[in-house]
């Protein structure tokens, strides 16, 4: 029996078709050709998080009767999945199912499989989305949640009644952003008297990425929102490079929260590959405590699209004395 070293060739093996979607940073499709160079160990994982692949598989057979798995595995040092991690987690999925991932389970093998060390539970924002974005690639329908979004969003309904709205009827209309008509129902969502509507609209923008109309508007709500708030605003900017970059810059002239800093880093990461935004980024990270420098610049350093230029800061000469304290501390506990 050939040895199972891949999870590709697990679902391939049991005649599976699935795609595979990142959890981690913002809930996006990972594209086939991608995913199998990542198991394969030529790529590292694109969107890390915190050292690990936040990953969800959905597969289904002939029956079309569909399943999912929320995945965590460990990273190396180069942003790598590792092996023996990975191996772990198959080892145990064949003991339980063998070669069917469909086959039926009793409720203690289930109840095994959902505690595995390797599993993790979405935020409900995420897992609202991931829902979303999975019904709309695989040509299912919206939830049932998504009409009664689509109406109240169109002031078809009084505008008191937004309690009745679902989170997932919201995600479900995000992920359809390619229609006009969406665009001005989330419009008139972020213009609602109700933050409680608007923060809901701004936890599934995060992941999306937003067209121009949209995106000037969350700018505009963004100008006019205290500190706290601003932050929901910068989340659902981080689909636009242009306009995510342009509220960063505003941040950058205070003094950033840990907060702010953590948000930036988790969201609108991207903004980071600017020099200048870069270089103050992690000047105002080096004004945190010494375990938070080394927290978020761990994770930041992770990102693949980030790394060469992160790294190179390290001998960047124009640094503040704040910055290489810092970074001698980073150091320090690198090495200890």
Not at 132 to 137: F, S, W
Not at 165 to 181: E, P, T, Y
């Amino acid at each position: 029996m050939t040895e199972m070293t891949t999870l590709s060739q697990f679902l391939s093996t049991a005649k599976t078709q699935f795609q595979v979607y990142d959890l981690g940073r913002r809930v996006q499709h990972i594209d086939m050709m991608a995913f199998h160079q990542i198991e394969a160990l030529r790529s590292p994982y694109p969107y890390p998080i915190q050292g690990h692949a936040q990953f969800a598989i959905v597969f289904w057979n002939e029956d079309q009767q569909h399943y999912i798995w929320f995945i965590k595995l460990a990273l190396d040092e180069k942003g790598l999945i590792v092996p023996a991690v990975r191996q772990q987690f198959i080892k145990m999925i064949l003991e339980a199912l063998g070669r069917d991932p469909t086959k039926s389970l009793t409720e203690e093998q289930q109840q095994a499989l959902a505690n595995n060390p390797f599993s993790f539970k979405p935020s409900q924002d995420k897992l609202a989305v991931f829902n979303a974005l999975v019904k709309k690639q695989l040509g299912l329908p919206a939830s049932t949640q998504y009409e009664m979004a689509t109406q109240y969003l169109s002031n078809q309904m009084p505008k008191e009644n937004w309690q009745q709205l679902g989170l997932q009827g919201i995600a479900d209309i995000c992920v359809r952003l390619n229609s006009l008509d969406h665009e001005k129902q989330i419009i008139n969502g972020l213009h609602s008297e109700y933050m409680e509507l608007q923060a809901a609209i701004c936890q599934c923008l995060e992941h999306i990425d937003v067209p121009e109309s949209i995106a000037q508007q969350l700018f505009d709500n963004f100008n006019k929102a205290t500190p706290e708030l601003a932050l929901l605003f910068l989340k659902a900017l981080s689909g636009h490079q242009e306009l995510s970059l342009k509220a960063v810059k505003f941040l950058l002239h205070r003094t950033l929260t840990d907060e702010a800093l953590i948000t930036i880093a988790a969201r609108n990461w991207t903004v980071l590959r600017d020099d200048k935004i870069r270089l103050q980024y992690l000047e105002s990270l080096a004004m945190q405590s010494q375990s938070f420098f080394n927290q978020v610049f761990a994770d930041i350093v992770a990102i693949p699209l980030l790394r060469d230029q992160i790294l190179l800061e390290l001998r960047n000469t124009n640094r503040s004395v704040r910055l290489s304290q810092a970074i001698g501390g980073l150091f320090r506990a690198t090495m200890s």
